[in-house]
């Protein structure tokens, strides 16, 4: 089944703790992006990568690392968590257009 | 990029045709203009995409106007369970096409549809 695979589900953290949310596609697609989702804010996006070490900053990119070491990973990495990174993420990809897939999201809560 | 503006919520009842409103004033040429629909706890899920004039699938009619600047999303006969957020998004994401191509993604706040019995 073609899916974007994100773990984990749920995460809860202190600030300064680094933490990694993974993100995997089983589609063989090029593109690959994160965005968080705030309450009244939509979706923003975070870092997006056009294909394997191609990554480039978002809308919101401050706090967050990525890399794109194979073209099926894309892991989203939070050095320093900090309270206002405390948000739902979503991890997506695109074999062409701007036909997403999304993966089914992770809840991160930082104290 | 294209920034869209969306109404932020809508009520509608069971079995009526519901018409959501995407404005682009600044869209491009190369342009696509893609509608999502996110249930709570899940991500989006893409509904349909064109570029002009009229496109339908089995879930929804997209109506695009011929200067391009607005799009309507429209929900035949809505049920209980098209209770969901709806988003707007334009952009010309090309994998491997022009240089002018861009990953950089901008989505609007969303429509909150609320369909009611």
């Known amino acids: 089944e073609a899916q974007v695979t994100q773990n984990p589900r749920y995460l809860i953290t202190v600030t300064g703790k680094k933490l990694t949310v993974t993100c995997s596609q089983n589609?063989?697609?090029?593109?690959m992006s994160w965005y968080r989702q705030d309450p009244g804010l939509g979706l923003r996006q975070i870092y997006y990568?056009?294909?394997?070490?191609?990554?480039d900053k978002g809308d919101v990119p401050e706090g967050y690392k990525v890399s794109r070491k194979e073209k099926r990973n894309f892991p989203l990495i939070l050095e320093s968590p900090s309270p206002n990174q405390t948000s739902l993420y979503f991890c997506?990809?695109?074999?062409?257009?701007?036909?997403?897939?999304f993966g089914s999201g992770t809840q991160l809560s930082v104290l | 990029l294209a920034k869209t503006t969306q109404p932020i919520s809508m009520d509608s009842y069971e079995g009526q045709e519901v018409n959501i409103t995407c404005s682009h004033n600044?869209?491009?040429?190369?342009?696509?203009i893609t509608w999502y629909q996110q249930f709570p706890s899940q991500g989006p899920r893409f509904i349909i995409q064109?570029?002009?004039t009229k496109v339908t699938n089995e879930v929804a009619s997209l109506f695009i106007p011929a200067d391009r600047k607005s799009s309507t999303l429209s929900l035949p006969r809505v049920s209980l369970s098209d209770t969901a957020v709806y988003y707007c998004?334009?952009?010309?994401?090309?994998?491997?096409?022009?240089?002018?191509?861009?990953?950089?993604?901008?989505f609007g706040q969303g429509t909150t549809l609320q369909v009611k019995p």
């Open positions: 997506a990809s695109s074999g062409g257009g701007e036909k997403l897939f």
């Open positions: 589609m063989n697609h090029e593109y």
């Open positions: 990568s056009m294909n394997v070490e191609v990554t």
């Open positions: 600044n869209i491009a040429t190369n342009d696509y």
């Open positions: 064109g570029y002009k």
């Open positions: 998004l334009v952009g010309d994401m090309i994998i491997g096409g022009s240089s002018s191509n861009t990953g950089k993604l901008i």
